[in-house]
């Protein structure tokens, strides 16, 4: 937006917050990749260390995506408007509706931090009362609460006295223009998606054969599928794992395309690529787990 090109941004502290988020994301990766080697030797175990593999597997992207809004989090202060990003999530403020801005520890009480958090990731939504508090922080140090009339937002800029100045440079200029509060929450995007039926059909089918080719290769490395299981190649269980990986990162890049209309055709062939190669993923392990059978 215009505004943000000369208006002053403030961002919050970053580095702490993707460095523990990117590190945890590799610890869990590495595990996950550990479970997943171990479903694949033959055993009855197999079944359970890859779901075990699966778990780790699933906070991967709140991991990434929390260090990849982290990154681009800000928070600008022009005449109009406060502008609070949080990677695709967007709070426009009319500066018009805030009726104060200070820092938290100037409340002398205690914020309703969000119930799930952890470091360099700070939020969420909490009702207290008639009022709900928005958090759109990096870390409990240093917030700084912007009010208006039914809402609380909760920020954390690096450098807090530098935003209050700013705001109120802002508020002595005054407003230009009466806009209206804006919110673009990433779930749109889920829930766009969703709408589209040509892409949850490629969605669908992708997942839908990469789960296929998961169970089948765990339920014969568990030796759990009849005869076949006896000579399971432990090539099934890995390219089962791969198949995940790869749907994940192909569903991910999908949707950073999907965002912009003039990439959205770029999203529905990321996303028939991965469709493709979900049911390449299932052929493969069936040749391999019926090759060894045979």
Excluded: K
Aim: a neutral charge; proline letters at 6%; charged letters at 15%.
């Amino acid at each position: 937006m215009t505004h943000s090109e000369t208006s002053p941004a403030f961002p919050p502290p970053h580095r702490p917050g993707v460095a523990v988020q990117i590190a945890a994301a590799a610890l869990l990766a590495a595990g996950a990749g550990a479970c997943y080697y171990l479903a694949a030797q033959p055993s009855r175990a197999g079944l359970v260390f890859l779901l075990l593999g699966l778990l780790l597997t699933a906070p991967l992207p709140l991991l990434l995506y929390g260090a990849y809004a982290l990154q681009r989090a800000t928070y600008t202060v022009d005449r109009d408007r406060l502008v609070l990003q949080w990677g695709w999530w967007v709070e426009e403020v009319p500066l018009q509706t805030v009726t104060w801005v200070q820092s938290a520890e100037a409340l002398g009480t205690p914020l309703p931090l969000p119930r799930v958090r952890w470091p360099g990731n700070l939020t969420g939504e909490r009702q207290a009362g008639d009022l709900r508090f928005t958090f759109m922080a990096a870390q409990p140090q240093g917030l700084v609460v912007i009010a208006t009339e039914d809402r609380r937002f909760v920020i954390s800029p690096a450098d807090p006295a530098a935003f209050l100045e700013a705001v109120r440079r802002a508020a002595e200029e005054g407003s230009l223009e009466t806009i209206a509060p804006v919110s673009h929450r990433p779930t749109r995007w889920l829930n766009a998606i969703w709408r589209d039926g040509f892409a949850r059909a490629l969605l669908l089918t992708a997942w839908g054969a990469t789960l296929a080719a998961v169970l089948w290769s765990s339920l014969a490395a568990s030796s759990l599928a009849g005869s076949g299981s006896a000579v399971a190649d432990d090539r099934a269980v890995l390219l089962a794992a791969a198949a995940v990986l790869f749907q994940g990162l192909n569903a991910g890049l999908g949707l950073f395309a999907y965002q912009s209309p003039t990439r959205r055709a770029m999203a529905y062939l990321i996303w028939v690529v991965g469709a493709v190669a979900a049911v390449g993923f299932l052929a493969s392990v069936g040749v391999v787990l019926l090759g060894g059978a045979g």
